[in-house]
């Protein structure tokens, strides 16, 4: 769980409030916190309860997958309560223990002891992805993140015994730069699943309807619109079809239902714990169909692509959601080559709109069945909030860090994409922390991060009109981000401007000046886009070959050479 912190040395700065003073983040965050909080209640439902195992290796086949889900076990309350402290690979994570000397504290939202409270031992307590990938290569001074849970099975061969040798192994972005030749090799992500997302505007708009008629119109303004080609849509519904692809695989030691850390754990009966307490090792809803397992062949049309194809309504709700909040606090006058929310209507009207979208999907989210994707996703709506709240009112030292950055960029854009990605192989039936969940938040962690650093390169490069927003809005907002953080290390001019957030007369002109004079930091800002782009790539490239896992590469690829 992420874990967000008080800190009596930083201190806000000015909110903007809607109607009666209630700001539109601490909306959005009572909103996660109450998904959050609720989807904790239940300690003995499917989604956390452990699967027996029955082998010592991984199960590879569809046979011994089948076997492992028909060992399918649902332990008491009781039990998980007082055997689970000694499930020590879940237990050890308490909250607020995340180890990272090298980042500042995580941007003000709730105390540690507060977290603490809506958790039980039994309860998934989820470390953020920053924590688990690398943020920075080597040679700007990243650090590979030590093995934990959430990220220590990402074998790139266990999933592929027995498969047709990978055509695309080792797959390098950069060997690959002519952009005709990634098209023909690869199959196109957006034409590929383009009859299941046809019908997505009109579903989505019934999904939000409201008695209100306002309301109601201002909810659909996006949905109806049709603006965009539906990124994150599209990447729920590829990495649905590239899970479906990957048989499950379950860790096993012996009869041992959950990882250990040394052999004193071995003499301890594990296949008691229910609940979350082992949730590395749980957390795959239950597949209700035969042979118990997801197949390309049973895929389409199933309960289980339906669920998934429904969070990926979801995650465009949230999305949108906040993109109408933003607006409002941001003062954006266009979004998506149209009128934003609020001036169409009124600020008012468009915080109501969000917080009505962040309603519905929370009770979309319910419906999906499965108490670890409620807070998995109830957690990528608690990172929003804590992004805007860290581009409010992060220290001024903290401005010129890529690290901080990179974290705020992971909160307010890459969370989502990375979470969903995990959550869809959940629903497929894959376990929490198998290998090809872990590959699929991975993907998502890179992909997230390469676009929006991408965004932020165009918003010096590219119109207002191809953008569909305005040009150069983020040095407007006082916000310094890759091309501009990497001129303030050649130019040292440049950071008492970017500490003060570009507020005295002259300093956004001067700093543009300084950027579009340099010599390296646009090309550092591209080889950092691309840096993640590739780690995304690598991370896919871990799950077997399929039409839809290749599309995905494309569609990184795809990321780092756009235009708008």
């Excluded at 998506?336 to 009207?349: D, F, I, P, Q, T």
Aim: some cysteine.
């Amino acid at each position: 769980m992420t874990t967000v912190r008080n800190d009596p040395q930083q201190q806000p700065t000015s909110t903007k409030c809607i109607g009666n003073g209630t700001s539109l983040s601490r909306v959005r965050y009572a909103m996660a916190t109450a998904v959050l909080v609720s989807s904790m209640q239940t300690t003995s439902v499917g989604a956390f309860s452990n699967y027996q195992q029955y082998s010592n290796r991984y199960c590879n086949s569809r046979s011994a997958a089948t076997a492992l889900i028909k060992g399918y076990i649902s332990s008491s309350s009781s039990s998980s309560t007082s055997n689970s402290s000694t499930c020590r690979h879940a237990v050890s994570m308490e909250i607020g223990s995340f180890k990272s000397s090298k980042y500042r504290p995580n941007p003000v939202v709730v105390s540690a002891e507060a977290e603490a409270l809506s958790h039980s031992a039994t309860t998934m307590k989820l470390t953020p992805s920053y924590e688990l990938f690398q943020l920075l290569s080597e040679d700007e001074g990243g650090e590979v993140p030590a093995q934990m849970e959430g990220n220590m099975r990402r074998d790139d061969q266990i999933l592929k015994l027995g498969l047709e040798p990978d055509s695309l192994s080792g797959f390098r972005l950069v060997d690959n730069d002519k952009k005709i030749k990634i098209e023909k090799m690869l199959p196109d992500p957006f034409k590929l699943v383009e009859n299941e997302l046809k019908p997505f505007s009109d579903s989505i708009s019934e999904l939000v309807s409201s008695d209100q008629p306002i309301l109601s119109m201002a909810a659909k303004h996006f949905f109806e619109k049709r603006h965009g080609k539906r990124f994150r849509p599209t990447i729920v519904q590829l990495v649905a079809k590239a899970c479906a692809a990957a048989a499950p695989e379950m860790v096993a030691n012996g009869d041992v239902a959950c990882p250990i850390e040394g052999e004193d754990d071995m003499d301890f009966d594990y296949s008691k714990i229910g609940s979350a307490a082992c949730w590395t090792s749980s957390g795959a809803s239950v597949i209700e169909m035969e042979g118990g397992v997801v197949t390309p062949e049973n895929h389409q049309g199933s309960e289980v692509w339906r669920r998934q194809a429904q969070l990926g309504q979801i995650v465009e709700m949230i999305h949108v959601a906040s993109l109408i909040h933003d607006d409002v606090l941001d003062e954006a006058e266009t979004r998506r080559g149209g009128e934003a929310v609020h001036k169409l209507y009124s600020n008012k009207v468009a915080v109501l709109a969000g917080d009505y979208l962040l309603a519905r999907a929370s009770v979309l989210l319910a419906r999906l069945e499965n108490t670890a994707v409620v807070q998995i996703m109830a957690t990528a709506l608690e990172s929003l909030v804590a992004g805007e709240i860290m581009q409010l009112k992060s220290p001024p030292e903290s401005l010129l860090e890529m690290e901080s950055y990179l974290r705020k960029s992971y909160y307010k854009t890459a969370s989502l994409i990375c979470y969903a990605s995990r959550s869809t192989a959940l629903l497929g039936g894959h376990a929490y922390g198998s290998n090809v969940a872990t590959a699929c938040e991975e993907f998502g962690f890179h992909l997230g991060l390469a676009y929006q650093i991408q965004d932020d390169i165009l918003d010096f490069t590219a119109a207002a009109s191809v953008l569909g927003k305005p040009a150069l809005a983020d040095m407007d907002l006082g916000l310094s981000t890759a091309p501009i953080l990497y001129a303030a290390q050649e130019y040292p001019a440049l950071r008492p401007m970017v500490m003060r957030r570009f507020k005295e007369k002259g300093d956004k002109q001067t700093a543009l000046e300084h950027l579009y004079k340099s010599k390296t930091a646009m090309d550092k800002a591209k080889t950092l886009a691309m840096f993640h782009a590739q780690k995304a790539v690598d991370a896919i490239l871990r799950l077997p070959q399929s039409e839809a896992r290749d599309a995905l590469i494309r569609l990184t690829n795809l990321v780092v050479t756009r235009k708008k």
